[in-house]
């Protein structure tokens, strides 16, 4: 069984920053890729920042220049350093992971419960 939990939220003024970490246990041959998603109050969730074991990053628009995703393979481990915090940043930030694990050769994507970040003066 794969898990993956987050940790780092909380509430952060306007302009601050918070770094949010995402941990892989379980039973599990390899990490393929590791990323980040959000879901506002009446939203869809959206990807904020993936990144592959091979180091290739992508982000979503809103999010370009102000947040940083990192993976510690050795770790297990998925960082995500915001920046620059904004109040439409306010949602709960889930964790993915497409995680290679016995019965699962070519991987799936296991999902953690979600922390919420809430950012407010």
Known sequence: QVQL?????????????????CVASGMFYGIDAMGWYRQAPGKERELVAGETSGGSTNYGDSVKG??????????NTVYLQMN???????????CKGR????????????????????VSS
């Open 5 to 21: 939990v987050e940790s780092g939220g909380g509430l952060v003024q306007p302009g601050g920053s918070l770094t949010l970490s």
């Open 66 to 75: 102000r947040f940083t995703i990192s993976m510690d393979n050795a770790k």
């Open 84 to 94: 620059s915090l904004k109040p439409e940043d306010t949602a709960v930030y889930y």
């Open 99 to 118: 995680i290679r694990s016995p019965g699962n050769y070519y991987g799936t994507d296991y999902w953690g419960k979600g922390t919420l970040v809430t």
